[in-house]
């Protein structure tokens, strides 16, 4: 099934573009990992699907809903799609803001009016779905960076989306944490779940992405290619290698 759907899609900064004619569709269960080097349109990418932004031109369709900027603003229709499209942001620290890891999990089911004895269970149910049980107490931004991830990601399962954006998401961890962060999105995946990863470092995520976007530096993708495909490209994985 169809989740995500764009159609010649391009988005302008002030002084810059950053996409360029984008048309791709994304299934539900699908693990997707945006390569590029820097600046070449992946975060851009992620921002426009969460909703946080809308396309200078084109068209954007997630389960048939076109995502304007009409839709995004109504309050409503926005939390709507704030539920199903959840994303993990590569400065975690703007991202964390309450003064401990459950309330931090607890504040987006309370935006949604959920009772008590729901967004306990909620808390409960992420806190152990992301091994932070022994965090619960504890102050999000005094942890570590692989913590701080973990606890990110809670939040945003709290809200049971049907999509994860992950903007690098293993970026400045350590190998320990890097592997147990995907570890816990293979997890996520089987579950169900679809799964969307910009990442510069294709050694990281070689063993676990599905199919690769590839941005150039004009902002476009120029190729679309799944993991078998990749794999039979040793020139195309060698440049990846490189970002």
């Not at 709507?80 to 993990?88: C, D, K, S």
């Not at 169900?192 to 941005?215: C, D, P, W």
């Not at 490209?233 to 970002?243: E, F, G, M, S, V």
Request: overall charge negative; hydrophobic content about 40%.
């Amino acid at each position: 099934m169809t989740l995500i759907k764009l159609e010649n899609v391009t988005y302008n900064y002030p002084n810059t573009q950053g996409l360029d004619q984008l048309s791709l569709t994304i299934d539900t269960g699908e693990w997707v990992c945006l390569m590029g080097p820097n600046g070449s349109g992946k975060s851009t990418l992620l921002r426009l699907l969460s909703g946080l932004t809308t396309a200078s031109q084109g068209q954007y369709w997630f389960n048939d809903q076109a995502i304007t900027p009409t839709y995004l603003a109504d309050p409503t229709q926005r939390q709507q799609l704030h539920q199903q499209i959840g994303m993990v942001f590569q400065n975690t620290d703007i991202q964390l803001f309450n003064p401990s890891v459950a309330a931090e999990i607890a504040f987006g089911p309370q935006q949604l009016g959920l009772s008590p004895t729901e967004i306990n269970q909620r808390v409960t149910d992420c806190l152990e779905l992301t091994d932070c049980v022994a965090l619960r107490d504890r102050v999000p931004y005094q942890l570590s960076g692989g913590e701080k991830k973990r606890v990110a990601l809670a939040s945003v399962l709290a809200l049971n989306p049907a999509i994860l954006l992950l903007d690098e998401p293993l970026n400045g961890l350590t190998i320990t944490a890097q592997q147990q962060m995907l570890g816990l999105l293979k997890r996520l995946q089987t579950a169900g779940k679809t799964i969307i990863m910009a990442s510069h470092n294709y050694q990281q995520v070689q063993a676990v992405g599905q199919r690769y976007l590839i941005f150039n530096a004009a902002h476009q993708i120029e190729a679309d290619l799944t993991a078998a495909e990749l794999s039979a490209q040793p020139q195309r994985q060698a440049q990846l290698l490189t970002l």
